[in-house]
Every structure is written in C-alpha cells, then in structure tokens.
Nanobody
Framework: QGQLAESGGGLVQAGGSLRLTCTAS????????MGWYRQAPGKQRELVAS???????NYADSVKGRFTISRDNTKNTVYLQMTSLKPEDTAVYYC??????????????WGQGTQVTVSS
C-alpha cells in the first residue's frame, strides 16, 4: 500500500521560514506529479505548488516568490521551502502524489496533513 508521510509543520512568527517534507513509502513503480495543498478553517483545500517528475513546477499566485517546491526522485520525497510566511498561510498542509506500485493502483494519494501556524 502506498503511503505519504509529512513532517516539518509548526508555529512560526510572520516573516519566518519552515520546510515541509513528504516521503512516499511502499514498493513504488513510479511517482508522477507531487504537490502540496493546504486547507484553512472554513475554506476549501487549495493547490499551493506542484512539481512533475521532470521538475516542472507550478505555484499558486499567493505563494509565488516565497515558496519553493523541489523533489528528490531517488528518495521518493518532495519538499516545500516556505519563506516570508504570513498569517494567511496558516493552514493544514497536505502532500499529494500520483503513484502506483505493488499492491496499489496508480492513483492520487494524500498524506495525513501537517499544521502550519503563522503568528502576527
């Protein structure tokens, strides 16, 4: 069964930085796109950033220039470096990966989420 495990969330002051990490586990054939989403209280889950296997990236307008997504295909891991954090970045951040492997079909999988709180 494919699984995603996130880490790196926490409490930070406005203007600070955090780095989120998400690692896929299981006997994985391949991972296509990976991404980070977030959901604030009372709001819908939204895309923050995504990255293809080849490294092509896409960002939400609200985080461009502040967040950087990257991945290490040898480690089945995706990162989100967040700088110049704002209180409006406060949300639960979820990792997403399109992957397939032994015992699980290719599909979009989600991590359990990690809380990011930015104080003003």
């Amino acid at each position: 069964q494919g699984q995603l495990a996130e880490s790196g969330g926490g409490l930070v002051q406005a203007g600070g930085s955090l780095r989120l990490t998400c690692t896929a586990s299981g006997t994985i054939f391949s991972i296509n796109a990976m991404g980070w989403y977030r959901q604030a209280p009372g709001k819908q889950r939204e895309l923050v950033a995504s990255i293809t296997r080849a490294g092509r990236t896409n960002y939400a307008d609200s985080v461009k220039g502040r967040f950087t997504i990257s991945r290490d295909n040898t480690k089945n891991t995706v990162y989100l470096q967040m700088t110049s954090l704002k209180p409006e970045d406060t949300a639960v951040y979820y990792c997403n990966a399109n992957m397939g492997g032994i015992g699980f079909n290719r599909n979009d999988y989600w991590g359990q989420g990690t809380q990011v709180t930015v104080s003003s």
